[in-house]
Nanobody, 119 residues
Framework: QVQLVESGGGLVQPGGSLRLSCVASGTIFSINGMNWYRQAPGKQRELVASSGGSTYVADSVKGRFTLSRDYAKNTMYLQMSSLKPEDTAVYYC???????????????WGQGTQVSVSS
């Protein structure tokens, strides 16, 4: 059983900062990539940042958001600064991983954490 658990969301004023964390736990053999998505009310889920062979950051958050990983702890972070009201969304952790050497690459999602940017 694999779980992705996000934390660190909350309410912050415009210009503020938050740090999201995502911990992958359970029977994990290897993680190929971990990603952050977000979904604002009435909008489609969008990719914010990803790490795998290379790191990707969406243009809308470039220069403000930084993705990092602690490979030893199966943990991914999203440092968010200079937050704007349009960053308000539920942020989801996503990972592609194997639970065994010969197991298929499988996609997992966390439950999401709410980020609200408002004065």
């Amino acid at each position: 059983q694999v779980q992705l658990v996000e934390s660190g969301g909350g309410l912050v004023q415009p210009g503020g900062s938050l740090r999201l964390s995502c911990v992958a736990s359970g029977t994990i053999f290897s993680i190929n990539g971990m990603n952050w998505y977000r979904q604002a009310p009435g909008k489609q889920r969008e990719l914010v940042a990803s790490s795998g062979g290379s790191t990707y950051v969406a243009d809308s958050v470039k220069g403000r958001f930084t993705l990092s990983r602690d490979y030893a702890k199966n943990t991914m972070y999203l440092q968010m600064s200079s937050l704007k009201p349009e960053d308000t969304a539920v942020y989801y952790c996503n990972a592609y991983l194997r639970t065994g050497r010969n197991s298929p690459l499988t996609e997992y999602w966390g439950q999401g954490t709410q980020v609200s940017v408002s004065s």
